[in-house]
T-cell receptor, first 112, second 115 residues
Framework: GENVEQHPSTLSVQEGDSAVIKCTYS??????FPWYKQELGKGPQLIID?????GEKKDQRIAVTLNKTAKHFSLHITETQPEDSAVYFC???????????FGSGTQLTVLP | DGGITQSPKYLFRKEGQNVTLSCEQN?????MYWYRQDPGQGLRLIYY???????QKGDIAEGYSVSREKKESFPLTVTSAQKNPTAFYLC??????????????FGEGSRLTVL
Protein backbone atom coordinates (compact mmCIF):
# COMPACT_ATOMS: atom_id res chain seq x y z
CA GLY A 1 0.00 0.00 0.00
CA GLU A 2 0.89 3.68 -0.06
CA ASN A 3 3.47 5.03 2.39
CA VAL A 4 3.45 8.80 2.99
CA GLU A 5 6.25 10.49 4.93
CA GLN A 6 5.93 14.08 6.12
CA HIS A 7 8.55 16.59 7.31
CA PRO A 8 9.11 18.48 9.49
CA SER A 9 7.07 17.33 12.49
CA THR A 10 7.15 20.81 14.00
CA LEU A 11 7.70 24.19 12.34
CA SER A 12 7.81 27.67 13.86
CA VAL A 13 7.82 30.80 11.72
CA GLN A 14 7.48 34.49 12.35
CA GLU A 15 4.23 36.09 11.30
CA GLY A 16 4.51 37.23 7.71
CA ASP A 17 7.15 34.66 6.77
CA SER A 18 6.56 31.63 4.55
CA ALA A 19 6.16 28.02 5.69
CA VAL A 20 6.90 24.89 3.65
CA ILE A 21 5.90 21.34 4.54
CA LYS A 22 7.10 18.40 2.45
CA CYS A 23 5.76 14.91 1.84
CA THR A 24 7.05 11.94 -0.09
CA TYR A 25 5.01 9.00 -1.31
CA SER A 26 5.85 5.49 -2.46
CA UNK A 27 3.14 4.44 -4.93
CA UNK A 28 3.92 5.83 -8.38
CA UNK A 29 0.29 5.16 -9.39
CA UNK A 30 -1.03 7.67 -6.83
CA UNK A 31 -2.82 10.52 -8.57
CA UNK A 32 -4.42 12.66 -5.87
CA PHE A 33 -2.76 14.51 -3.00
CA PRO A 34 -4.84 16.48 -0.50
CA TRP A 35 -3.72 18.62 2.41
CA TYR A 36 -5.77 18.85 5.59
CA LYS A 37 -5.59 21.40 8.41
CA GLN A 38 -6.55 20.42 11.95
CA GLU A 39 -7.18 23.10 14.52
CA LEU A 40 -6.96 22.28 18.20
CA GLY A 41 -9.77 20.00 19.36
CA LYS A 42 -11.36 19.73 15.93
CA GLY A 43 -11.41 17.35 13.00
CA PRO A 44 -9.19 17.96 9.95
CA GLN A 45 -10.48 20.07 7.07
CA LEU A 46 -9.38 19.97 3.46
CA ILE A 47 -7.52 23.14 2.50
CA ILE A 48 -6.13 22.30 -0.93
CA ASP A 49 -5.53 19.30 -3.16
CA UNK A 50 -3.66 18.53 -6.34
CA UNK A 51 -4.02 15.88 -9.01
CA UNK A 52 -1.16 14.28 -10.87
CA UNK A 53 -1.92 16.02 -14.17
CA UNK A 54 -0.72 19.40 -12.81
CA GLY A 55 2.49 20.50 -11.14
CA GLU A 56 1.21 23.37 -9.03
CA LYS A 57 -2.02 24.74 -7.65
CA LYS A 58 -2.63 27.97 -5.77
CA ASP A 59 -5.44 29.28 -3.60
CA GLN A 60 -4.71 32.74 -2.21
CA ARG A 61 -1.85 32.32 0.29
CA ILE A 62 -1.68 28.55 -0.05
CA ALA A 63 -0.01 26.58 -2.84
CA VAL A 64 0.84 22.95 -3.41
CA THR A 65 3.53 21.66 -5.76
CA LEU A 66 3.91 18.13 -7.06
CA ASN A 67 7.00 16.42 -8.47
CA LYS A 68 5.87 13.07 -9.85
CA THR A 69 9.35 12.00 -10.89
CA ALA A 70 10.72 12.43 -7.40
CA LYS A 71 7.43 11.38 -5.80
CA HIS A 72 7.12 14.32 -3.49
CA PHE A 73 4.69 17.17 -2.95
CA SER A 74 4.84 20.26 -0.80
CA LEU A 75 2.53 22.76 0.88
CA HIS A 76 3.55 26.40 0.76
CA ILE A 77 1.93 29.04 2.96
CA THR A 78 2.94 32.64 2.32
CA GLU A 79 2.46 35.70 4.53
CA THR A 80 1.66 33.49 7.50
CA GLN A 81 -0.83 34.67 10.10
CA PRO A 82 -1.52 33.49 13.67
CA GLU A 83 -4.67 31.70 12.49
CA ASP A 84 -2.48 29.50 10.31
CA SER A 85 -1.20 27.83 13.50
CA ALA A 86 -2.50 24.24 13.37
CA VAL A 87 -1.50 20.69 12.51
CA TYR A 88 -1.23 20.03 8.78
CA PHE A 89 -1.52 16.58 7.21
CA CYS A 90 -0.66 15.45 3.71
CA UNK A 91 -2.25 12.33 2.26
CA UNK A 92 -2.27 10.02 -0.73
CA UNK A 93 -4.73 7.41 -1.98
CA UNK A 94 -4.17 3.71 -1.48
CA UNK A 95 -6.16 0.52 -1.86
CA UNK A 96 -7.45 1.37 -5.34
CA UNK A 97 -8.27 4.87 -4.09
CA UNK A 98 -10.71 3.54 -1.52
CA UNK A 99 -8.81 5.02 1.38
CA UNK A 100 -6.33 7.77 2.18
CA UNK A 101 -2.98 7.22 3.83
CA PHE A 102 -2.01 10.24 5.91
CA GLY A 103 1.39 11.63 6.79
CA SER A 104 2.33 11.95 10.45
CA GLY A 105 1.45 15.64 10.61
CA THR A 106 3.28 18.96 11.04
CA GLN A 107 2.55 21.27 13.96
CA LEU A 108 2.89 24.78 12.53
CA THR A 109 3.23 27.65 14.97
CA VAL A 110 3.14 31.22 13.70
CA LEU A 111 4.83 33.52 16.18
CA PRO A 112 3.50 37.09 16.47
CA ASP B 1 -26.42 22.51 8.77
CA GLY B 2 -25.02 19.46 7.02
CA GLY B 3 -22.16 17.66 8.65
CA ILE B 4 -20.88 14.83 10.76
CA THR B 5 -21.76 14.47 14.40
CA GLN B 6 -19.68 12.38 16.75
CA SER B 7 -20.64 11.53 20.30
CA PRO B 8 -19.63 11.53 23.01
CA LYS B 9 -16.87 14.12 22.79
CA TYR B 10 -15.12 12.68 25.86
CA LEU B 11 -15.44 9.15 27.19
CA PHE B 12 -13.83 7.32 30.06
CA ARG B 13 -13.78 3.56 30.25
CA LYS B 14 -12.49 1.00 32.66
CA GLU B 15 -10.24 -1.75 31.38
CA GLY B 16 -12.19 -4.75 30.14
CA GLN B 17 -15.24 -2.76 29.08
CA ASN B 18 -16.51 -2.34 25.54
CA VAL B 19 -17.50 1.15 24.45
CA THR B 20 -19.37 2.37 21.36
CA LEU B 21 -18.65 5.69 19.66
CA SER B 22 -21.43 7.21 17.60
CA CYS B 23 -21.04 8.79 14.16
CA GLU B 24 -23.95 10.28 12.21
CA GLN B 25 -23.86 12.19 8.92
CA ASN B 26 -26.59 14.10 7.10
CA UNK B 27 -24.56 14.76 3.96
CA UNK B 28 -26.07 11.80 2.09
CA UNK B 29 -22.57 10.45 1.58
CA UNK B 30 -22.07 6.85 0.53
CA UNK B 31 -18.74 6.22 2.27
CA MET B 32 -17.81 6.52 5.94
CA TYR B 33 -14.52 6.00 7.76
CA TRP B 34 -13.07 5.68 11.25
CA TYR B 35 -9.57 6.93 11.99
CA ARG B 36 -7.51 6.80 15.14
CA GLN B 37 -5.18 9.68 15.97
CA ASP B 38 -2.21 9.34 18.31
CA PRO B 39 0.43 12.03 18.91
CA GLY B 40 3.10 11.97 16.21
CA GLN B 41 1.44 9.18 14.24
CA GLY B 42 -1.02 10.97 12.03
CA LEU B 43 -4.34 9.38 11.21
CA ARG B 44 -4.58 5.62 10.94
CA LEU B 45 -7.56 3.94 9.30
CA ILE B 46 -9.53 1.51 11.46
CA TYR B 47 -12.53 0.60 9.28
CA TYR B 48 -14.31 2.01 6.28
CA UNK B 49 -17.63 1.43 4.57
CA UNK B 50 -18.49 2.28 1.00
CA UNK B 51 -22.15 1.28 1.09
CA UNK B 52 -24.77 0.21 3.58
CA UNK B 53 -24.34 -3.28 5.03
CA UNK B 54 -20.75 -3.49 3.84
CA UNK B 55 -17.45 -2.52 5.48
CA GLN B 56 -13.76 -3.33 5.23
CA LYS B 57 -10.88 -3.45 7.67
CA GLY B 58 -8.33 -0.70 7.58
CA ASP B 59 -4.75 -0.81 8.78
CA ILE B 60 -5.47 -1.21 12.50
CA ALA B 61 -8.82 -3.04 12.79
CA GLU B 62 -7.83 -5.47 15.54
CA GLY B 63 -9.86 -4.89 18.71
CA TYR B 64 -12.51 -2.80 16.93
CA SER B 65 -15.85 -3.57 15.31
CA VAL B 66 -18.31 -1.56 13.23
CA SER B 67 -21.74 -1.80 11.63
CA ARG B 68 -23.39 0.06 8.77
CA GLU B 69 -27.10 -0.67 8.98
CA LYS B 70 -28.10 2.81 7.85
CA LYS B 71 -26.48 5.14 5.34
CA GLU B 72 -26.20 7.95 7.84
CA SER B 73 -24.76 5.97 10.74
CA PHE B 74 -21.44 4.18 11.28
CA PRO B 75 -20.85 3.35 14.96
CA LEU B 76 -17.48 2.08 16.19
CA THR B 77 -17.15 -0.33 19.10
CA VAL B 78 -13.84 -0.41 20.95
CA THR B 79 -13.70 -3.85 22.49
CA SER B 80 -11.76 -5.11 25.47
CA ALA B 81 -9.45 -6.86 22.98
CA GLN B 82 -7.99 -3.50 21.92
CA LYS B 83 -4.74 -3.37 23.89
CA ASN B 84 -4.17 0.37 23.84
CA PRO B 85 -7.52 2.08 23.27
CA THR B 86 -6.74 5.50 24.73
CA ALA B 87 -6.76 7.80 21.68
CA PHE B 88 -8.62 10.44 19.71
CA TYR B 89 -11.10 8.87 17.29
CA LEU B 90 -12.24 10.63 14.13
CA CYS B 91 -15.15 9.71 11.91
CA UNK B 92 -15.29 10.92 8.31
CA UNK B 93 -17.44 10.61 5.23
CA UNK B 94 -17.03 11.13 1.50
CA UNK B 95 -19.51 11.38 -1.32
CA UNK B 96 -18.25 8.27 -3.05
CA UNK B 97 -16.09 5.33 -2.08
CA UNK B 98 -13.22 6.68 -4.16
CA UNK B 99 -11.21 9.14 -2.07
CA UNK B 100 -9.58 10.72 -5.12
CA UNK B 101 -12.95 12.04 -6.33
CA UNK B 102 -13.53 14.42 -3.44
CA UNK B 103 -12.77 15.46 0.06
CA UNK B 104 -13.24 13.70 3.34
CA UNK B 105 -15.47 15.51 5.81
CA PHE B 106 -14.49 14.89 9.41
CA GLY B 107 -16.40 15.08 12.64
CA GLU B 108 -14.95 16.82 15.68
CA GLY B 109 -13.73 13.60 17.24
CA SER B 110 -14.22 11.55 20.38
CA ARG B 111 -11.48 11.33 22.97
CA LEU B 112 -11.45 7.95 24.74
CA THR B 113 -9.48 7.46 27.92
CA VAL B 114 -9.10 4.06 29.54
CA LEU B 115 -8.62 4.25 33.28
Amino acid sequence: GENVEQHPSTLSVQEGDSAVIKCTYSDSASNYFPWYKQELGKGPQLIIDIRSNVGEKKDQRIAVTLNKTAKHFSLHITETQPEDSAVYFCAGPSGSARQLTFGSGTQLTVLP
Amino acid sequence: DGGITQSPKYLFRKEGQNVTLSCEQNLNHDAMYWYRQDPGQGLRLIYYSQIVNDFQKGDIAEGYSVSREKKESFPLTVTSAQKNPTAFYLCASSMTGKVNTGELFFGEGSRLTVL
